[in-house]
């Protein structure tokens, strides 16, 4: 008996029981054909469809300030996200889900970075730029990376 498995994303296996390993997000059928020894062929449409969905970064901006600083509320939005880590882009860090952040100095730009992974290692990563000074800090722009 023969086994030739098509996992939809253009790799295939001969072997009875194959492991595979989906590299990209999406939808992907999964077909199986099995020669016997009379060499009459089976072909096996999978009823169920494999889905594939890596994390995705995202956040939204919760900001106060005050005459001295700014007090920044960072609220993760992202998506099938297991672990999380910010650069606040003034030389700190987190590794909380949402953490709150307080910039001490006014510098004119802040660029902050979420990176986001899920339990396989897939990771997504945004960056958001804030302005702040002694008024409250403005999102000027979002780019997804």
Do not use: K
Not at 4 to 15: A, C, L, V
Not at 96 to 113: A, D, G, R
Not at 130 to 139: A, D, G, K, R
Request: include cysteine; hydrophobic fraction near 30%; charge should be negative.
């Amino acid at each position: 008996m023969s086994f030739h498995w098509d996992f939809g994303d253009g790799e295939t296996s001969s072997q009875e029981f194959p492991s595979h390993t989906y590299l990209h997000p999406g939808v992907y059928s999964v077909f199986l054909e099995i020669t016997d020894s009379s060499n009459r062929i089976i072909e096996v449409h999978l009823d169920s469809i494999v889905r594939v969905s890596g994390p995705t970064a995202g956040f939204r901006v919760i900001q106060s300030t005050n005459c001295e600083q700014s007090i920044v509320t960072f609220v993760d939005t992202s998506r099938n996200a297991s672990q999380w880590f910010w650069n606040f882009g003034d030389s700190t860090t987190s590794t909380l889900q949402s953490p709150v952040h307080t910039y001490q100095s006014f510098q004119s730009n802040y660029i902050i970075t979420q990176t986001v992974s899920d339990t396989l290692g897939c990771t997504s990563t945004i960056s958001t730029s804030i302005y702040s000074n002694s008024q409250e800090p403005v999102l000027v722009t979002e780019t997804d990376v």
